[in-house]
């Protein structure tokens, strides 16, 4: 199985998404809530169905960019926030992405991508945040027993594989995620020095 555009864009077709648990991640609504400036610069990678982005945009969030590289991903959020930056809609692979972000919020993109990939996504968050910028989000604190995606792991896995590059503020069990998910996430604060 090939993890491309196609698979992807087929997977948003199909409606064939079971990890969509249909709105904002509790754990990220709580972080979200926290960041006071609407023209932060965040990124949002392999968005999906963008549940964050509408909220942000809702929220007065002008400079949110969301990317992934199925166009079938991006229907959702054109119908839910019609008026969202059209420019700020990039599909693309996230790894040839440019610019400079604040934030870049980590939501299903890590546990998507190939666990080979992972050390090449810390040098491309790295390259992509500006100095005292943040990489916040969710990633599975299980592995699972079936091949992915999604693809798991566990929490001294992810402090091996980001502290070369960012400084670790955070990385802990979620308190405040969906009953189903309780137990299973780790919340991360990655800071670039």
Known sequence: MALDPDFWNKRYLDEDTPWDMGSVSPPLKAFID???DPATRILIPGAGRAYEAVY???RGFYNVVVCDWAPAAFRFIKKNAPDFSEENLQCVDFFSLGGEFDVILEQTFFCAID???RPQYV?????LLKKGGMLAGVLFATVFDRPGP???GTPEEYRVLFEELLFI???EICKNSILPRAGNEVFVQLIKE
């Open 34 to 36: 926290k960041i006071e």
């Open 56 to 58: 942000l945009h809702q």
């Open 115 to 117: 666990p080979s990939l």
């Open 123 to 127: 040098r491309k968050v790295h390259e």
């Open 150 to 152: 999604p693809f798991g």
């Open 169 to 171: 503020e955070k990385l």
